[in-house]
């Protein structure tokens, strides 16, 4: 018998899940229907960017042909779910149309946050998450022109270059010390500053935004940060984080965790046997991934539940990464901030170079436990397998290994 399971999203995680769900269910055991809030199916948000280099949104879509054909999914756009009857196992859509489920995934994502700064909501004000996001942001573009981002995490760096891929000359407002505090040390951010500075990006760290101001014709013209300076610009575009959408929790009666999301345990279900949460809504033992492959961790744990085929909990998330931010690499992998008891450091630094480098060891040098490397990550696929294994070299020759001369 068929059964219906419901997805509700339709971003990177969830149309994942619904891929994975149909190439394994070869016994047509579930028909899928999935609401998907945009007027687009799902699509590569990690490479919005390109959006403004001159690819197409078709070109980043993720849903092809033989997705779009299956007979087995329903895929209803511009569709927000309202609300989830859970004794009735339904859902209802915005439009008041109503959905029966006989399993229920939570993909709604997340939600850029806005910082409660006065102006945050005067014409000019931008985040950037969606297509229309771009859309918006290019139609305001003033080549030339300054234009500020609040937030110099890694959407916040992403979101300079989409200013600056418009020919505007980006600020990059940072109330940590250093940009992208989570991925890389002080070290790693005082280079990736440098080398964003010499491409044309202010970068201000240490210091809040006290205001977005408004000019004459009550639009943007400048944001005013803690100290007191002013910084003119033509348009603002927040980039200072995310939120989980968990909104839904309330009238399901689904528990959330302390900082939002969808509360879940280790094999991503709520308490609720029939639902579960998959990707940056879902806090998987209390706690939110905000990147991309732990969501395809747990929508594959997901799937091999509804098709009754393995148990598997999800296994936790490998934070490590490897970014090219405007031209300039960035990597970092286990360890970042050698808050291991005992562990030491060994830092090279090559200003005349632009490049930056930290390898945190075990209390006798022996064992790798993580890294950053800042403006050349050449080393990086070497340094991440080694992660929890003794050195098969000297420092030195793992981070300048001789494939790099």
């Known amino acids: 018998m068929t059964r219906t399971l419901v997805v509700i999203g339709h971003g990177m995680v969830g149309h994942h899940l619904v891929e994975k769900l149909r190439a394994r269910d070869r016994e047509g055991t579930w028909r899928v229907v999935v609401l998907a809030e945009e007027a687009r199916p799902a699509y590569n948000r990690v490479a919005l960017s390109s959006y403004l280099e001159g690819r197409s949104a078709s070109d980043l879509s993720l849903a092809g042909d033989e997705f779009r054909r299956d007979r087995m999914v329903d895929l209803k756009l511009s569709t927000a779910a309202a609300g989830i009857d859970r004794r009735a196992r339904t859902v209802v859509a915005a439009d008041s149309s109503v959905i029966g489920y006989d399993a229920l995934v939570l993909a709604t994502g997340s939600r850029p946050y806005l910082p409660p700064v006065p102006g945050h909501d005067l014409a000019g004000c931008f985040v950037y998450r969606t297509f229309d996001d771009l ?172 098709l009754g085929i393995g148990d598997t909990p999800f296994p936790g998330a490998d934070m490590s990464t490897r970014l090219k931010l405007l031209g300039v690499e960035v990597a970092s992998f286990g360890d970042v901030h050698a808050e291991s008891r005992g562990a030491l450091e060994f830092v090279h630094a090559d200003n005349a170079a632009g490049t930056y480098a930290k390898l945190v060891l075990s209390d006798d040098g022996r064992v790798l436990l993580g890294g950053v490397l800042a403006g050349d990550a050449t080393a990086y696929p070497v340094l991440r397998a080694l992660v929890g294994h003794e050195l098969t070299a000297s420092p030195q020759q793992l981070v300048f290994p001789p494939s790099r001369d």
């Not at 002013?230 to 309330?250: C, K, M, N, W």
């Not at 689904?254 to 579960?276: H, K, M, Q, S, Y």
């Open 135 to 306: 859309d918006a942001i290019r139609a305001a573009a003033a080549p030339g022109r300054p234009g500020v981002v609040i937030g110099g995490g890694l959407l916040g760096l992403e979101a300079a270059n989409g200013l600056r891929l418009l020919g505007m000359r980006p600020h990059v407002v940072e109330m940590a010390q250093r940009l992208m505090p989570l991925q890389v040390d002080e070290g790693g951010g005082r280079v990736l500053a440098r080398r964003v500075g010499e491409l044309g990006v202010r970068v201000h760290c240490g210091t809040a935004t006290r205001s977005v101001d408004a000019g004459p014709d009550g639009r943007v013209c400048a944001v005013t940060l803690a100290d007191g300076s002013a910084i003119e610009t033509d348009l603002v575009v927040f980039s200072a984080g995310v939120r989980p959408r968990d909104e839904l929790a309330g009238s399901a009666g689904l528990e959330t965790a302390e900082r939002g999301g969808f509360l879940v345990d280790d094999r991503c279900r709520t308490g609720d046997e029939r639902i579960w949460a998959v990707g940056e809504c879902a806090a998987v033992l209390g706690r939110c991934y905000g990147l991309v492959t732990p969501g395809y961790r747990m929508a594959e744990a997901v799937v091999e539940q509804l």
